[in-house]
């Protein structure tokens, strides 16, 4: 192996990274607030993705224009949901509202089905064509690489700005931190939980737009992105956002390289192997705490 070809499987592997990184992501701003996870994740990058297929291939829709707005309509779709399935629910246990957040991940799922049918769609790159690339040290990367590792620069500044510097960002950290002492001082934690649903809704709507011209898209996608962004959330460490960047990142290194290296057959495999050996060794994640079950950053 050259060292062209591993960086090139490397910079890969970033780019892969940071999808699963913003997926964790939108898996971190519901669990700090409500302390589940969120297993319909996934089916919010599919939903993305395929409005943005929708608005640019069938609509004519140009992509900076249909990139808001698919983020917008999936944040709606987020919102729907806390609503629908999430606000009437009384002191629920979170083994019940895990449970109901991979039933909404099905109807989700079966939704798009009905909608778009099982075929693979994608749309072109937002620059160049699928066979562009840029050349450096002999490696060739993808220009839509870019701009997918630039969503989450993008995505990390934006929450960042929003949760130190805003006063709901704020108001949603107190809820996070103390849900009772935040509804004393006149903080409505409902209010929170359904913005955390259209925060983490509009974070996996981005990604769907973007990571679509690179990998195509499909009904059924959001399950294998969801269990990727999971683990991302795992093994950087739970409610950390600085976890959930490195985490995606490691695993879409990890991806990206043993593909470029290993049969097929060995890639997953091996990749869940070494993840778990890092959780026997790190058991809270890499940057975790033992001390707090929830870390609260963003």
Do not use: C
């Amino acid at each position: 192996m050259t060292f062209a070809y591993l960086l090139q499987l490397v910079f890969a592997g970033i780019a892969a990274g940071s999808i699963y990184a913003m997926v964790a992501l939108g898996f971190n701003v519901i669990y700090n607030t409500t302390g589940i996870i969120n297993f319909a994740q996934g089916e919010f990058v599919m939903i993305g993705g395929m409005l943005a297929v929708t608005l640019t291939q069938t609509a004519g829709v140009p992509v900076w224009l249909a990139l808001p707005v698919a983020v917008v309509v999936t944040a709606g779709v987020g919102a729907v949901v806390e609503l629908i399935f999430i606000e009437p629910l009384r002191s629920p246990s979170v083994l019940r509202m895990i449970v109901i957040t991979i039933g909404v991940a099905i109807i989700l799922r079966e939704a798009a089905l009905h909608v778009w049918d099982e075929q693979m769609r994608a749309m072109p790159p937002f620059v160049g064509d699928e066979i562009s690339s840029y050349e450096f040290m002999g490696a060739f990367f993808k220009p839509q690489a870019f701009w997918i590792i630039g969503a989450l620069v993008v995505s990390v500044i934006a929450l960042e700005a929003f949760f130190r510097l805003t006063i709901t960002g704020q108001a949603m950290r107190a809820v996070a931190d103390q849900r009772d002492a935040a509804a004393l001082v006149g903080i409505a934690p409902k209010r929170m939980v359904l913005l955390s649903f259209v925060v983490a809704a509009g974070l996996g709507g981005l990604a769907g737009v973007v990571v679509t011209p690179d990998t195509q898209i499909a009904y059924n996608v959001g399950t294998e992105l969801a269990i990727w962004g999971f683990l991302a959330m795992v093994i950087g460490g739970l409610g950390s956002a600085a976890g959930a960047i490195a985490g995606g990142l490691l695993i879409g290194v990890m991806l990206k390289v043993a593909d470029g290296m290993l049969p097929p057959d060995y890639r997953t495999g091996l990749v869940f192997v070494l993840l778990l050996v890092l959780l026997a060794v790190r058991p809270t994640g890499i940057l975790g705490s033992r001390a707090r079950a929830r870390l609260r950053e963003f």
